[in-house]
């Protein structure tokens, strides 16, 4: 009898240990897509606070591994994207550029941007 309790009690470890093994990489991608989705959300709150306020600001985003942030324009109308998400969605009330920023993209990892309203033009720049 003691014997048949193990043998469940292992059982049932496997098969929690398997669950997990499942689930966690899972769970790990939902956290770097919402990582992702709050960098993106972040940095166009901090330049709609620079069109509102007209002043400046530097801040620092993380964006995840496997994800690329980029400055979108389309007919005039400038948006972040990041897996095909767009912030905001109808875009910015005013032009915004990336200044030495290759290609408008920012890759995975941890970068400082500083934020300027000129000529009634955003301009986003890494500093360092």
């Given at each position: 009898?003691?014997?048949?309790?193990?043998?469940?009690?292992?059982?049932?470890?496997?098969?929690?240990?398997?669950?997990?093994?499942?689930?966690?990489?899972?769970?790990?991608?939902?956290?770097?897509?919402?990582?992702?989705?709050?960098?993106?959300?972040?940095?166009?709150?901090?330049?709609?606070?620079?069109?509102?306020n007209e002043d400046s600001r530097t801040k620092e985003y993380t964006i995840p591994s496997g994800y690329t942030l980029s400055l979108e324009n389309s007919d005039g109308v400038y948006k972040i994207e990041i897996d095909g998400m767009y912030f905001p969605e109808d875009g910015f009330d005013?032009?915004?550029?990336?200044?030495?920023?290759k290609h408008n993209e920012l890759s995975s990892g941890i970068h400082e941007l500083h934020m300027e309203l000129k000529n009634d033009l955003v301009v986003v720049s890494k500093v360092g």
């Amino acid at each position: 009898m003691t014997v048949l309790r193990l043998v469940s009690l292992v059982v049932i470890a496997g098969i929690c240990v398997s669950i997990f093994a499942i689930v966690y990489p899972y769970l790990q991608g939902m956290s770097a897509a919402q990582q992702a989705e709050e960098a993106a959300s972040k940095l166009e709150t901090d330049i709609q606070w620079v069109i509102l306020n007209e002043d400046s600001r530097t801040k620092e985003y993380t964006i995840p591994s496997g994800y690329t942030l980029s400055l979108e324009n389309s007919d005039g109308v400038y948006k972040i994207e990041i897996d095909g998400m767009y912030f905001p969605e109808d875009g910015f009330d005013k032009s915004v550029k990336f200044e030495n920023i290759k290609h408008n993209e920012l890759s995975s990892g941890i970068h400082e941007l500083h934020m300027e309203l000129k000529n009634d033009l955003v301009v986003v720049s890494k500093v360092g």
